[in-house]
């Protein structure tokens, strides 16, 4: 229903006008109130990059991350990434993730970024302080944030916005009538504008998300995705046709497909409840940070990585680079 909402199919979204109105209303004010200097924003002592969008959820934005840090790592630079940590309920915060970290704690893309790429990640509603937890126990050049492009009070080097090419903005308006956290007008203050699927506009920088090898999440064996058999395909991201139109283009068709909310909380008896006899579960990998506790044989996660158009995304990187140096 929400995605016929925000795509303007349905009217209701007249009905929420008056509570987007105010949403952008105090959002606003309070963007004006840091460009007019009455609040101050925190400058770190190094280079803070921030990749987020203007939409609620579903963009690829978290597959950037993981790109850009990767990016950096094999270029000799050292990245830290800080994140909401949104769906994390840990014990203090700021909190410098570790192995033992759970997505209960952290959320479920910091542990992800974590465990895919190494790089030190802290979580913190307040991200001046996930950074400065991070300049004391890792010592990063630079420092990456998982979302935020609407925290100002963290100051920043670089702005990078991801959108997604098939639904952009939907009927454009603010939250909760559209799914916009910010007006579209906002894109030419930024420096970089992703288009995850689809044609680029004019200055955008094209993006595919291609699939590897499915993984089992206990063996760790790898193999092609559509050499699966009778499979239940679960995804709990922004935009769960996105993965299962993945599946289909790796020529896998499962017999059943579950969309569950972005961020859900996952638990050994909810999922076996999706499953009958001899069925195998698919799923994303950032799903398959909160089942790998409690994993079965026969569950598997497909990993999916950005790949970014060139020349474009290696001037992103040389001017990201030049922060640095």
């Known amino acids: 229903m929400i995605e016929r909402i925000w795509s303007g199919q349905s009217p209701l979204w007249v009905l929420l006008l008056p509570l987007s109105w105010l949403y952008g209303l105090v959002s606003g004010a309070i963007r004006l109130s840091y460009r007019l200097g009455l609040r101050k924003a925190w400058r770190a002592p190094v280079p803070v990059v921030v990749v987020g969008n203007l939409t609620a959820g579903g963009n690829g934005k978290t597959p950037v991350v993981v790109w850009l840090v990767e990016q950096l790592e094999q270029r000799g630079v050292r990245a830290g990434v800080v994140s909401r940590g949104y769906g994390g309920k840990a014990a203090h915060y700021p909190l410098v993730l570790d192995d033992a970290t759970t997505p209960a704690q952290a959320g479920d893309e910091p542990v992800l970024i974590y465990q895919r790429t190494g ?44 959108v997604d090419g098939v639904r952009r903005f939907g009927n454009g308006w603010w939250l909760p009538a559209g799914p916009m956290r910010e007006r579209a007008s906002r894109l030419k203050t930024v420096d970089a504008v992703i288009t995850n699927g689809a044609e680029p506009r004019s200055g955008e920088i094209a993006m595919l998300l291609t699939p590897g090898l499915a993984v089992n999440l206990r063996s760790g064996e790898k193999r092609p995705v559509e050499s699966l058999s009778n499979v239940v395909a679960m995804a709990g991201i922004g935009h769960p046709p996105r993965f299962f139109a993945t599946l289909e283009k790796c020529g896998l068709t499962p017999v059943k497909t579950v969309s569950l909310a972005d961020h859900q909380a996952l638990r050994e008896a909810d999922v076996l409840a999706l499953l009958s006899d001899g069925q195998t579960l698919i799923m994303t990998e950032k799903d398959a940070v909160k089942c790998r506790a409690f994993a079965h044989d026969d569950w598997w996660y497909l990993p999916v990585e950005a790949a970014l158009s060139q020349p474009q995304a290696d001037q992103l990187l040389k001017d990201i680079l030049a922060l640095v140096r």
């Open 119 to 162: 790089a030190p990640v802290a979580v913190s509603a307040n991200r001046a302080q996930a950074v400065q937890a991070l300049l004391q126990s890792a010592s990063p050049q630079i420092i990456i944030t998982d979302d935020g492009l609407q925290h100002y009070a963290l100051a920043r080097d670089k702005e990078i916005v991801v």
